[in-house]
């Protein structure tokens, strides 16, 4: 049983920016350590501090190297261009063709609070900039061109993933 839910596409707290982490203490080390077993129940490449509800500036990742934690982090360089089928977790069953930058410098802090930077290539520097991403409130649906995201929503709506609960008409009132 994974420790906490993803939260899905139509959750507020996807939508909020996160704050910057002030302290680092035991509270947050469990949150990092919940957040990596989420990962891997899920499973998942990545998971942000928002997608469990948490509205802190961190993100969890393994991409084949063991778990990693980077506490508020900054992208501070980005070159090229790559397009890559790429997913989400709170975006359950879709990916889109999106084109990001293909290279990526990002620096931030590590669990014992020291400064960290990675610069990343490919694979990589697209879940860095995903991660990042969720950090503003920023989901994969906004990085598509507008008649793309105009069917992904579509989409969306048809497998009645993350609805928004309709509006009561008031014309339609039963009394
Ligand atoms: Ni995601």
Redesign the pocket.
Known sequence: MAAYDIRIIGDPVLRQKARDVTDIDGALVRLVDDMIETMYEAP?V???AP?VGVQKRLFVWDIGDGPNAMINPEIIESDGEWTFEE?????PGLSWEIVRPKLVHVVGRDLDGNEVSYEADEFEARMFQ??L??LEGT??VDRLDPETRKEALATLRDLQIGAEPAKPSRGLRLR
């Open positions: 998942g990545g998971v942000a997608q997913g989400c977790l709170s975006v995903h991660e991403d969720h989901l994969l």
